[in-house]
């Protein structure tokens, strides 16, 4: 069994900078493909983020957020990260974790992942 648990949310005003962190225990964090996903109220949750597991040679981004996220990850410390620059108000959501073993990528179907933590809220004012 995995567990994941973010941090590094909170208010942030437009034009600033964040970044999350997610923490992962139990087994090999280095294989598992790991995500970010959001979900604003009303919404329908939304890819954010994906990169490979172990060498960690393949990200994909979705398109709202391509050249302003970066998702990083140091399996020496099991934890991913999520960059998040040049912060919008429809950035404001809660922003979840998410691990596939099952998958080299992650990519951006959140059923491609079997473990989720339980989010972090990002809210950006304008």
């Known amino acids: 069994q995995v567990q994941l648990v973010e941090s590094g949310g909170g208010l942030v005003q437009a034009g600033g900078s964040l970044r999350l962190s997610c923490a992962s225990s139990g087994r090999t964090f280095s294989r598992y493909a790991m995500g970010w996903f959001r979900q604003a109220p009303g919404k329908e949750r939304e890819f954010v983020a994906a990169i490979s597991w172990s060498d960690s040679s393949i990200t994909n981004y979705g398109n709202s957020v391509k050249g302003r996220f970066t998702i990083s990850r140091d399996n020496a410390k099991n934890t991913v990260f999520l960059q998040m620059n040049s912060l919008k108000p429809e950035d404001t959501a809660v922003y979840y974790c998410?691990?596939?073993?099952?998958?080299?990528?992650?990519?951006?179907?959140?059923?491609?992942?079997?473990?989720w933590g339980q989010g972090t809220q990002v809210t950006v004012s304008s």
């Open positions: 998410a691990a596939s073993d099952t998958t080299y990528t992650g990519g951006s179907n959140f059923g491609n992942y079997d473990y």
